[in-house]
């Protein structure tokens, strides 16, 4: 790009305005030094546009500029939400938690500030805490809003912000509009901002209560179905935080229950460089790998790993008697064992009324089988917990008559097993996981052959998920072209050597679903494509469904990673 007068007095103009408003000595010196360095293309790409608020929050690289993700961006949107909450309740409050990621601590007191400042009582944690414990305290505590600084899954130099309502589940219509469009206006002069000691005097800003982690500790052994059999098993249990919020919780937990939790010593102390990990993220079989050692070592009946906000949960099952060998389950997989467990369970002991799953629209279609052939109900929403807990809203007011919430799931490895938290949760997610352990352990049998035999009962399907990087301004324009390439087929096309049998587009009209940018591509030959841009990530995602044909699950397993190679190389 050439950086003519008229390009560099206005990055020049942006980046001074920002040097003015950042209270933050780090990043005002990433810019002014940039600056000195005549750092065109970088001062640039942290200023070519700002971070908005979206339907998710925000999310974005820690570091100076209104592109970036920083004090004064974290106050600027929190100046938005105090405008929205003292116009949309009286006397609004706020509970607010982090996690391990850099300049968490920073950001999360910043907001705190804006929003005691701004007549918003807030009630801030004093440490980490991961997502599931902020949702269930906003229910808690009865606050108008919630916020969690985290990034959740993503590399070391992403930070974010969730905001949450009421409910307990993060912000939607008309709630999320309604904050972005205030946080998008704010400008510098706009935020108002006191020191924290006199909020804290005045009774606009306290500590959370140890009592609110008392009583989601509570609430999550009150959860058990079967707690007599975990108190009685003898049962190893290896686990890694992967430097995040989910330590604490987890380990306490299991050991009020009596079982022996071995956590990975290298990765249980919380770290935002996740030193020894490219990406905290429990699907990855590298991020894992530490967590299946220490399960080799110990002889460990299941292997659990979660990351740094703790709200996804990944889960490695041994694959023979020895324990010497693990398998890393899918988020699919763990879905169906874990939605099969709670079904029978729930019938077992006779629950009354219909049990409601709810699962992503990109989740795994084998959930809804197993479902529906034991008599729940299963409904399908976008992608986002967000939709799973507005179904759990429903239940609550009543929408769905006889009905209560037993399940939610997203493929990308996010559960949820209680109805009092609204986002999903992978710490009562695993607990229930080690709990359904134990009792398939009492009656002999492992994780993988109940598995097996769910295939054997409702037919073997698999997935494959993949996703394209489009970094930076030319990137975005990239990933739109891209979705428009793909609105323009229709049934009797041909796409990735396969003919096209139809095509859904989500923006279009009468869809069952809420206007999203998602394309559903089914193929003659059937297998199903999923197509959406990640709402947090630059990148766009693919989720490719095949089910056991005439040749069965064996041949569907050799051609499975042939068929992901000529899907990734034609998209």
Not at 157 to 176: A, E, F, L, R
Request: aromatic fraction near 8%.
């Amino acid at each position: 790009m050439e950086f003519t007068e008229k390009i560099r007095d206005g990055i020049l103009a942006s980046a001074r305005d920002y040097i003015a408003s950042e209270t933050n000595d780090v990043f005002r010196a990433e810019v002014e030094n940039a600056i000195g360095l005549g750092d065109w293309e970088g001062l640039y790409d942290r200023f070519y546009t700002s971070l908005s608020f979206g339907t998710a929050g925000m999310r974005g690289v820690i570091g100076g500029g209104t592109n970036r993700i920083n004090t004064f961006m974290v106050r600027k949107v929190t100046q938005g939400l105090a405008d929205y909450l003292n116009t949309a309740v009286k006397d609004p409050s706020c509970v607010i938690a982090y996690d391990s990621r850099e300049f968490s601590p920073e950001f999360a007191l910043s907001a705190a500030r804006v929003l005691a400042s701004n007549g918003v009582r807030v009630y801030l944690y004093d440490s980490l805490r991961p997502v599931p414990m902020l949702s269930f305290a906003v229910r808690h505590l009865k606050t108008t809003s919630g916020i969690v600084i985290t990034a959740s899954h993503n590399p070391s130099k992403y930070n974010g912000y969730k905001v949450y309502w009421s409910d307990g589940g993060q912000v939607t219509p008309p709630h999320d509009i309604g904050i972005a469009e205030r946080a998008n206006a704010v400008k510098a002069e706009d935020i108002k901002d006191q020191d924290e000691a006199k909020l804290r005097k005045s009774g606009m800003l306290s500590s959370v209560p140890e009592s609110v982690d008392e009583a989601y500790y509570a609430m999550v052994i009150a959860s058990l179905r079967r707690p007599e059999l975990i108190g009685q098993s003898t049962v190893n249990v290896a686990y890694t935080p992967l430097h995040g919020s989910g330590n604490r919780p987890v380990n306490h937990i299991l050991s009020t229950l009596g079982i022996e939790c071995h956590t990975v010593r290298e990765q249980q102390e919380p770290d935002g460089k996740f030193p020894t990990v490219k990406l905290p993220n429990p699907e990855s079989a590298e991020a894992m790998q530490r967590a299946i050692a220490l399960g080799r070592e110990i002889k460990a009946d299941i292997v659990l790993g979660t990351d740094p906000d703790a709200d996804r949960l990944g889960i490695a099952i041994p694959t023979d008697g020895s324990k010497s060998g693990y398998l890393l389950l899918t988020g699919n997989q763990i879905a169906v064992l874990l939605v099969d467990y709670l079904l029978s369970t729930a019938k077992e002991l006779k629950r009354e009324g219909t049990p409601l799953v709810v699962k992503s629209l990109v989740t795994t279609d084998l959930v809804r089988k197993i479902a529906e052939r034991n008599g729940a109900a299963c409904h399908d929403v976008l992608t986002g917990f967000k939709y799973i807990a507005e179904e759990i809203a429903r239940v609550d007011d009543g929408v769905y008559p006889g009905s209560y919430f037993l399940f939610g799931c997203e493929e990308s490895y996010g559960f949820l097993t209680v109805p009092s938290v609204h986002d999903k949760d992978a710490v009562s997610s695993a607990v229930a996981a080690v709990e359904m352990m134990c009792f398939y352990a009492s009656r002999g049998i492992t994780l993988q052959q109940r598995l097996d035999a769910i295939y054997s009962e409702y037919g073997y399907s698999t997935e494959v998920v993949f996703s394209n990087e489009y970094e930076g301004a030319e990137g975005k324009e990239k990933m739109k072209a891209i979705m428009a390439s793909l609105r323009t087929l229709g049934k009797g096309d041909t796409l990735v050597s396969r003919t096209i049998e139809s095509v859904e587009d989500l923006l279009g009209e009468n869809t069952g679903f809420p206007k999203a940018d998602v394309i559903i591509i089914r193929f003659a030959s059937g297998e199903k494509l999923v197509v959406r841009p990640s709402g947090t990530e630059p990148k766009i995602k693919y989720y490719l469904f095949l089910s056991e044909g005439k040749d069965g699950r064996a041949a569907l397993e050799q051609r499975t990673e042939a068929i992901k190679s000529e899907f990734m190389a034609a998209l």
